[in-house]
């Protein structure tokens, strides 16, 4: 490039205008990968219901009739996918006829259910988002959320204030538990070189078998139970409802306010922190922050306990918004998850809260395709969209070679895991 | 085997690697190939174990015309490697690394162990190689041991002609010397050697034949009887681009930087910096020349603290930071612009404002009261841009994105930005084309003039001559001399190789 082109206003507009179309391909990935998704999807659906595979033996004869059914079924299939997730239009039209409380309470259902599973893992997603853009890979969120759920829960049922003291008392608690936990793994790399990975992954196994100790201890076991759920988190311990007002059923809660404030926040620390441009610093390129006069096992640290606390978080609001109570099962597959979430949003704080909203979307717009389809086509079905529409988004070199995009090689690199994922 | 290779060309972009280069090597002969780093060397060797295909040129086998696409033709017609980062499986046995790739089976696919023991004996038998055991774990033994199992390897699969890639930059100088006799037991059994290095005394005590490269082409074909250390010297860094450098005689002001009796330990635990003393004094640039591996790499990194010397002092403004840690010797004002820029200088994905101020992260300028000042950072980013004319769409964009000449400026405007004490560049020129070359040596000497101490590490000798005030000559890990810059030639070429006996100090 010739030094006219920078001197050239016109030119440099254009340039700037190139540059924002080249952003806007990762969008185009995104769309991709939902249209990738819903295809396979649609296919799975086609072949695992045994009365349209009947009439595509008979394709032949009645070709259109073949494709009219196929098509209706995968539609209307999609359709319950996304009234349970986003928004039921028949209610609509009710609540357009009929303005009351309970009317509104059922279209915004699918919504608040969309909400409140996501709001766990954007924590989450966050938390693991925070490791990977320092190129540390926390596989231990699953014990993590553990052990911030179980203080919470212990915050949660020994003391009781007023809400406005005890939920904070509880988020402190679950923050502090997953950050010593993680942290604990950042010493053990900084000073002895163990590798993070096995660490925290072994952690996990700890965690879940200490979970079901203290499930059977007097102190978390809830008395005549036998089937190892834990005493409940007292009301004042219990995150509100945001709109319980209009109706009981909707369950959003304080949490996802919380998750929110604390995808800005990451998004200020990796933008506006010295901590966090140091973590991206070492990440990115450990001899250059050396050279730059940063102690990388500090960072190093920082970052795994930052990682651990919000997974933490994560188990504390799982806890105190939905369930109230701990079961040997608790956290499930939320570490893992969460990986993919971040994955998914491409580490960007914005990007791993859509991508968790998608993934509650998912959740409860599964439930409602395997309700309300005549044939219940399975919940895992959302599971299948889901995973193919991660693998597109993870390989966007595969959706470059499919659709031929142009100049979509920049993609496949710009993943800030520092070659993880 | 005599081994051609006739008019080789080969061209990086608009770098021309090797330029037209001839090379002969004739049977049981151990050719030297000597040059600095980046003297195109390996790109040569890489063409002939075909890793790379040449633009231009033949290679020739008993005089008849080859076609090596990748290393399996190389292998298939006996042409072996030894690199310098051995290729061996660290876990496998010594016995399990020679047979790799070329597996003796009975009946498939059991491998056949026993085979595979006795082949490595009765090849270790035949070229007088101590193999212990040849079930020992690799990465158990030695590095001169390992060097042995890597040459093994090569000739089990009937290599006459073996390239070395820098064998020997890897060893002790006991292990040096065990090398060197198994060098000349191969020699004697007919094999060729092409043997890569920039060491001097080992070209002399083993070479039949030397070939003496420079940025890309040969520059003098020579033999030990015919040359000494000194004249391998100067070929290796005589001609080059005339650099002029316009700086008006240099008024040093006090000491600014004392180094006492400085040793310091390379990465293997062998010291690289012997006794090493001198002083800096505000507005002169000493310059450090030397042959490359010379122990440059060690003293700089002593310097800016990212080394922690074994004894010695550094000696800053009258505080010594020897054994401090690199933020105190930036917050002292030490400024360094570092010899691997994309390494160490710089974060590729990261924009040219970020990069500037990577060092100065605590600067008051560049925060706020919580965090960064992000607008603050950007316009410093395009204040330096336009007054380092860091050519670049926008001082937002990624510094990965940059030629090598901008990336460089980026890593000069940084450190000048600060405010210093001493600056410490090493090969600051490297790899610049000649409009940058001299835009850096105008910044260095402008700093230098402003008062501040420079420290000048380069191995092209017309470099440090026209920056530096005064020269320190650096031998294996040892200050020769230092002398004013108007020293001849001849006397550079004798201090390079080692023989500073009479130590003139200026």
Redesign the interface.
């Known amino acids: ?1 010739t ?1 006219t082109e ?1 001197q050239n206003p016109q030119l ?1 507009a254009i ?1 700037r205008f190139a ?1 924002r179309v080249r952003q806007a391909n990762m969008f185009l990935v995104l769309v991709l990968a939902l249209f990738m998704g819903l295809s396979f999807g649609g296919i799975m659906i086609i072949v695992t219901q045994p009365l349209l595979l009947t009439s595509w033996s008979h394709f032949f004869s009645h070709p259109g009739g073949t494709i009219a059914s196929s098509f209706n079924t995968v539609w209307f299939a999609y359709e319950q996918l996304f009234q349970g997730a986003v928004i039921n239009f028949h209610a609509l039209r009710v609540l357009i006829d009929d303005p009351s409380k309970a009317n509104l309470g059922i279209v915004l259902g699918p919504l608040s259910a969309t909400l409140t599973y996501a709001t766990p893992l954007i924590v989450a997603g966050l938390g693991l988002a925070i490791g990977f853009r320092s190129s540390l890979f926390n596989i231990g969120g699953q014990g993590q959320v553990i052990l911030g759920g179980v203080l919470a829960l212990l915050v949660g049922f020994s003391i009781h204030l007023t809400p406005i003291l005890q939920v904070p008392l509880e988020m402190l608690a679950a923050i502090a538990g997953g950050a010593a936990l993680a942290g604990f793994a950042g010493v053990l790399k900084a000073y002895t070189g163990a590798h993070e990975v096995i660490v925290t992954m072994m952690s996990n196994y700890t965690m879940i078998a200490i979970l079901g100790y203290l499930l059977i201890q007097p102190l978390f076991a809830r008395p005549g139970v036998l089937d190892g759920a834990s005493k409940a988190v007292g009301v004042s311990g219990q995150l509100p409802y945001l709109f319980s007002h209009i109706n009981s059923s909707l369950l959003l809660n304080v949490g996802f306010v919380i998750a929110l404030v604390a995808v800005i926040a990451v998004q ?1 620390f990796f ?4 901590t966090g ?2 973590l ?2 070492v990440g ?2 450990p ?9 990388s096992k500090r960072s190093i640290i920082i970052c795994l306990a930052l990682a651990g606390g919000l997974l933490g978080l994560a188990g504390m609001l799982e806890l105190t918004g939905v369930d109230h109570f701990v079961t040997p099962n608790f956290g499930g597959s939320y570490g893992f998850d969460a990986i993919t979430v971040a994955l998914l949003g491409r580490n960007k704080p914005w990007g791993v809260f859509f991508a968790a909203i998608f993934f509650g979307a998912m959740f409860s717009g599964g439930e409602a395709m395997q309700a309300f389809t005549p044939t219940n086509i399975q919940f895992s079905l959302a599971d299948v969209i889901q995973a193919v529409v991660v693998f597109c988004v993870a390989t966007p070199a595969l959706l470059v070679e499919i659709f031929h995009l142009r100049g979509g090689a920049r993609l496949v690199s710009n993943n ?1 895991t520092g070659g993880w994922i | 085997m005599k081994l051609e290779l006739r008019g080789i060309t080969k061209r990086f972009g608009s770098l021309t690697a090797n330029s037209n280069v001839n090379l002969v090597v004739n049977p049981g002969e151990i050719h030297c190939l000597l040059g600095e780093n980046g003297a195109g060397k390996s790109t040569l060797m890489n063409i002939l174990y075909g890793l790379l295909i040449p633009d231009e040129g033949q290679i020739l086998i008993d005089d008849e015309v080859v076609t090596i696409a990748d290393p399996k033709d190389a292998v298939n017609h006996g042409i072996g490697m030894v690199h310098q980062h051995f290729m061996l499986i660290p876990v496998f046995s010594v016995a399990d690394n020679v047979i790799l790739g070329s597996e003796p089976v009975r009946p498939w696919p059991v491998i056949d162990y026993k085979a595979a023991t006795t082949r490595l004996l009765e090849l270790a038998k035949e070229y007088n190689f101590e193999i212990d055991d040849p079930n020992a774990t690799v990465e158990n033994l030695p590095i001169g041991a390992q060097q042995r199992v890597e040459i093994l390897k090569a000739l089990s699969h009937d290599a006459s002609v073996l390239i070395l890639d820098e064998p020997t930059a890897v060893l002790t100088p006991q292990e040096t010397d065990a090398f060197m006799v198994i060098l000349r037991s191969l020699k004697a059994s007919g094999k060729s050697i092409i043997f890569i290095t920039h060491k001097l005394r080992e070209v002399l005590a083993l070479a039949d034949v030397i070939t003496v490269m420079r940025l890309g082409e040969i520059v003098g074909v020579t033999s030990p009887a015919e040359t000494d250390e000194r004249g391998l010297a100067t070929l290796m860094v005589g001609r080059s681009i005339n650099f002029v450098v316009e700086k008006n005689p240099a008024t040093p002001g006090d000491v600014v930087l004392e180094v006492q009796a400085l040793y310091v330990e390379d990465a293997r635990g062998l010291t690289s910096v012997k006794d090493v003393s001198f002083d800096v004094r505000a507005g002169e640039i000493l310059a450090v020349a030397g042959v490359q591996g010379n122990g440059q790499t060690e003293l700089v990194e002593a310097l800016t603290g990212m080394r922690h010397p074994s004894s010695g002092n550094i000696v800053l403004n009258g505080a010594n930071l020897a054994g401090q840690s690199v933020r105190h010797f930036l917050n002292a004002g030490v400024g360094h612009v570092p010899e691997d820029r994309q390494r160490y200088g710089l974060i590729p994905s990261l924009s040219i404002s970020d990069n500037l101020v990577l060092d100065q992260l605590d600067d008051s300028r560049f925060r706020r009261r919580f965090g960064r000042n992000l607008k603050a950072i950007k316009a410093n980013g395009a204040a330096l841009r336009e007054s380092f004319d860091i050519r670049a769409q926008s001082e937002e964009a990624p510094v990965g994105a940059l030629s090598g000449g901008n990336q460089q400026k980026v890593v000069m405007a940084r450190e000048l930005s600060r405010e210093l004490k001493i600056l410490i560049c090493s090969q600051p020129t490297r790899g610049l084309d000649v409009g940058s070359i001299e835009f850096m040596h105008r910044q260095i000497v402008d700093i230098r003039d402003s008062g501040v101490a420079v420290i000048i590490v380069s191995s092209e000798l017309d470099e440090v001559v026209a920056l530096g005030d005064r020269v320190a000559v650096l031998y294996d890990g040892e200050i020769q001399a230092i002398v004013p810059p108007s020293t001849s030639r001849e006397e550079f070429g004798l201090l390079m190789a080692g023989a500073g006996a009479d130590k003139a100090t200026l």
Do not use: P
């Not at chain 1, 933008?271 to 010295?274: A, C, V």
């Not at chain 1, 001899?287 to 102690?295: Q, T």
């Open positions: 490039m030094t920078f440099g340039l540059m200020w933008n506006r922190s010295k441009f140091e991206l610093m990115q390129n001899d250059a922050a050396r050279v730059a006069g940063i102690f800030n």
